[in-house]
């Protein structure tokens, strides 16, 4: 699959703000756009007044680097949210929110989606009991989300079970450390979202 391999911190630079790509870091003063929040390029400074067209889509390349997604697989999602019942900018992010690999993140299992992403490529993650490696795979409410048993003694889940429960843990999603291992308890909503994104951007930009 394709991925992206420029450096993580430039894409921060590159939209203007934090991406959260890069776990810790990203809320330490090692932060690269803490120490140099210039947009990277040698013409930088030259940049004409941007267009509604370049607002529209640098929206979408800030979300798409949110996520870690390739053009391809971020239009099919907003081609099957245009199909749902709804808001569709909205019911993209909500599909975007269900993919297995965010769900790992955001439960703090992985420090960033990157992150996260590997621990299932790597098939450390199990659904439901059974092993899971497939990033964008859907989950659903009642869903169990954990670190497969043989996988547990690895000493970044040694240091994860006796961590405390995340603060910060969103509302449709419970995460147990002493057990590595957490549950879906209902949709995730737009509201539950806090990134900064304008989805309807993104909207306007495909419906052209």
């Known amino acids: 699959m394709a991925r992206n391999t420029g450096a993580d911190c430039r ?3 590159r939209e203007k703000c934090k991406l959260f790509l890069k776990g810790e870091r990203c809320y330490s003063d090692k932060c690269a756009l803490t120490k140099r929040a ?7 400074d030259s940049r004409k007044k941007i267009t509604e067209y370049g607002l529209q889509l640098r929206e979408k390349q800030k979300t798409k680097r949110i996520y870690g997604l ?11 949210a ?4 709804g808001i569709t900018g909205s019911n993209m992010l909500i599909l975007l929110e269900k993919r297995l690999d965010n769900v790992v993140y955001r439960m703090g299992i992985g420090v960033s989606r990157s992150q996260a992403r590997q621990f299932v490529n790597h098939g450390l993650i199990a659904v439901n009991g059974k092993r899971v490696t497939i990033p964008s795979y859907q989950i659903k409410v ?8 043989n996988k547990r003694e690895l000493p970044l889940f040694v240091e994860l079970k006796q961590a405390k429960k995340a603060a910060n843990l969103p509302k449709w ?6 057990e590595l291992a957490g549950k879906v308890l209902a949709q995730p909503t737009r509201e539950d979202i806090d990134m900064n994104i304008s989805e309807h951007m993104i909207v306007e930009l495909y419906s052209k």
């Open 11 to 13: 894409q921060c630079r």
């Open 38 to 44: 210039k947009v990277p390029g040698v013409h930088a």
């Open 173 to 178: 999603l419970d995460f147990e450390p002493s």
């Open 82 to 85: 245009e199909r749902m019942k």
């Open 70 to 80: 390739q053009e391809k697989q971020f239009h099919a999602y907003y081609e099957e």
């Open 142 to 149: 009642g869903d169990v989300v954990s670190i497969r048993e």
